[in-house]
């Protein structure tokens, strides 16, 4: 088995604004999809790939998604605080990086997850990732064959894995799941503090660079309020 990243980020401190009402009281991170907080369903399925530390940073009721990690044992959990200044992904990476440290890390955001198919989706991810011809590689699911998923794709794929951004007015085959191996080095040098990922993905993308594995099971978004019976009902029938 291929040898799990020891770090991942995990996207805690978004407003959760397309969530709202349930986000006016609730960080959208401990939303209950099936009786476990998203947050919780994104960490289950670190602990199981052996991710040994989760670095969460925290913006939007930092209290509240504090208090719930305290008692995590596994992974070991670091809270980045971006209380003062919300820093949008690229930014919230570049500055969790002393704790990320300098190998390749994993990625992860908290509005959805996976019920995984015969083989474990990050194991796969990991098996696949290649330093020396990738910049990084995404988890892509299929668009038509997700739950939640209101937007017309993100990504096509050639049969070596290259991933090329979406054009305007087409449909792609696959979104961008969230989850990712990134390398630390380009966030490092990156001059300014708030910035996102996305315009990365898209230059590596540009570059052939960007590589992508596709998911093997069903992929839950769980981005508006409507979508949580859906991912429940889904849950449901994969316990059948």
């Given at each position: 088995m291929a040898k799990a990243p020891k770090s991942a980020m995990v996207f805690a401190a978004g407003l959760g604004t397309r969530m709202r009402p349930?986000?006016?009281?609730?960080?959208?991170?401990?939303?209950?999809?099936?009786?476990?907080?998203?947050?919780?369903?994104c960490l289950d399925l670190l602990e199981r790939a052996g991710i040994e530390?989760?670095?969460?940073?925290?913006?939007?009721?930092?209290?509240?998604?504090?208090?719930?990690?305290?008692?995590?044992?596994?992974?070991?959990?670091?809270?980045?605080?971006?209380?003062a200044l919300l820093l949008d992904q690229g930014?919230?990476?570049?500055?969790?990086?002393?704790?990320?440290?300098d190998e390749p890390f994993l990625v992860c955001n908290t509005d959805a997850f996976w019920i995984e198919g015969?083989?474990?989706?990050?194991?796969?991810?990991?098996?696949?990732?290649d330093a020396g011809?990738?910049?990084?590689?995404?988890?892509?699911?299929?668009?038509?064959?997700?739950?939640g998923v209101d937007w017309p794709?993100?990504?096509t794929m050639d049969a070596d894995g290259r991933l090329?951004?979406?054009?305007?007015?087409?449909?792609a085959p696959f979104v961008y799941t969230g989850v990712a191996i990134l390398k630390p080095e380009p966030f490092r040098a990156a001059a300014q503090d708030v910035f996102r990922l996305a315009p990365f993905l898209f230059d590596w993308a540009a570059k052939g660079r960007l590589f992508g594995v596709r998911?093997?099971?069903?992929?839950?978004?769980?981005?508006?309020?409507?979508?949580?019976?859906?991912?429940?009902?889904?849950?449901?029938?994969?316990?059948?």
């Open positions: 349930l986000t006016d009281t609730v960080p959208k991170p401990l939303i209950k999809v099936g009786g476990t907080a998203l947050i919780d369903h530390r989760a670095i969460v940073n925290v913006h939007y009721l930092a209290d509240r998604i504090e208090k719930h990690l305290r008692g995590r044992q596994r992974p070991e959990i670091a809270i980045s605080d971006e209380r930014g919230g990476i570049k500055k969790a990086l002393p704790e990320l440290g015969p083989c474990r989706n990050l194991d796969r991810l990991f098996a696949a990732f011809r990738m910049d990084a590689i995404l988890l892509v699911a299929s668009s038509a064959a997700s739950i794709g993100d990504f090329r951004k979406r054009l305007a007015h087409e449909v998911l093997d099971g069903l992929w839950l978004h769980v981005g508006r309020p409507e979508t949580i019976a859906e991912a429940e009902r889904a849950l449901a029938r994969s316990k059948i």
